[in-house]
C-alpha cells in the first residue's frame, strides 16, 4: 500500500509558476511509475505527466510540454511538478498518482493504481 500526499498549490497570476509536491509513504517510490493528473470543474479528470521509476523517461501533455517538468527524488520518496508560465486553464485539481513500473509510462488514468487527494492550482487571469 502507497499513500500519497501533494501538497504546493495555491493561487497564482497567469504567467506565475508553481511547484506541486507529492510525498508517498509505506513503500518505496522507486518501484512506481509516478504520473500527476488534474481535474478542472465540471471536466473529466486528464493526464498531465508521467515519469518512469528511474526518472530517465518522461511523457507530457500537449498542453504542458515546454511550460510544466515532472521530476523524482526517490531518495526522499517525492515527485514534482514545476508548474511555469501558468494559464488561467491550468485552473484545477492536481493529483499524483502511481502505477507498477512494469507499465512504462502510462497516460491513462486507469492503469495508475495509488492516488493522492489533490492539491487545488489556481491562476487567475
Known amino acids: 500500500q502507497v499513500q500519497l500526499v501533494e501538497s504546493g498549490g495555491g493561487l497564482v497570476q497567469a504567467g506565475g509558476s508553481l511547484r506541486a509536491s507529492c510525498a508517498a509513504s509505506?513503500?518505496?517510490?522507486?518501484?512506481?511509475?509516478m504520473g500527476w493528473f488534474r481535474q478542472a470543474p465540471d471536466k473529466e479528470r486528464e493526464f498531465v505527466a508521467t515519469i518512469s521509476w528511474s526518472g530517465r523517461s518522461t511523457n507530457y501533455a500537449d498542453s504542458v510540454k515546454g511550460r510544466f517538468t515532472i521530476s523524482r527524488d526517490n531518495a526522499k520518496n517525492t515527485v514534482y511538478l514545476q508548474m511555469n508560465s501558468l494559464k488561467h486553464e491550468d485552473t484545477g485539481v492536481y493529483y499524483c498518482?502511481?502505477?507498477?513500473?512494469?507499465?512504462?509510462?502510462?497516460?491513462?488514468?486507469?492503469?495508475?493504481?495509488?492516488w493522492g487527494q489533490g492539491t487545488q492550482v489556481t491562476v487567475s487571469s
Open positions: 498518482a502511481a502505477a507498477p513500473s512494469d507499465r512504462g509510462t502510462p497516460v491513462v488514468r486507469s492503469l495508475y493504481i495509488y
Open positions: 509505506g513503500r518505496t517510490l522507486s518501484a512506481y511509475t
